[in-house]
């Protein structure tokens, strides 16, 4: 199984970025999928994900309203559209997928991508 997130990159306050995760020898009809992201020194967090079955979407607080979770589970591809980005946006996010799941927890994830930076400046 791999998972290959990409899209990170440099923005300005205000601006938006797409994340990509392609995933591979796991079938997203199948698979919760999840963004979490992480800040050096610092735990891991939720950021968002959708069901297996794609029937339900979950936010963290901090991100409802400017972010959007989305799969095609024909291309096995997961996106995270992020909006109205801000400073404390910034940090490495990590794809996961949790088989027959949601994808919400660190825990409950199976596997996870290697991570893409994302930078919000002011």
């Known amino acids: 199984v791999q998972l290959q997130a990409s899209g990170g990159g440099l923005v300005q306050a205000g601006g938006s970025l797409r994340l990509s995760c392609v995933t591979s020898?796991?079938?997203?009809?199948?698979?919760?999928v999840g963004w979490f992201r992480q800040v050096p020194g610092k735990e891991r967090e939720f950021v968002a994900s959708?069901?297996?079955?794609?029937?339900?979407?979950y936010y963290t607080d901090s991100v409802k309203g400017r972010f959007t979770i989305s799969r095609d589970t024909v291309k096995n591809v997961a996106y995270l559209e992020m909006n109205s980005l801000k400073p404390e946006d910034t940090a490495i996010y990590y794809c996961?997928?949790?088989?027959?799941?949601?994808?919400?927890?660190?825990?409950?994830?199976?596997?996870w991508g290697q991570g893409t930076l994302v930078t919000v400046s002011s």
């Open positions: 996961a997928v949790e088989a027959w799941g949601t994808a919400q927890t660190v825990g409950s994830v199976d596997y």
């Open positions: 020898g796991r079938t997203l009809s199948r698979n919760g």
């Open positions: 959708i069901s297996y079955d794609g029937g339900k979407t």
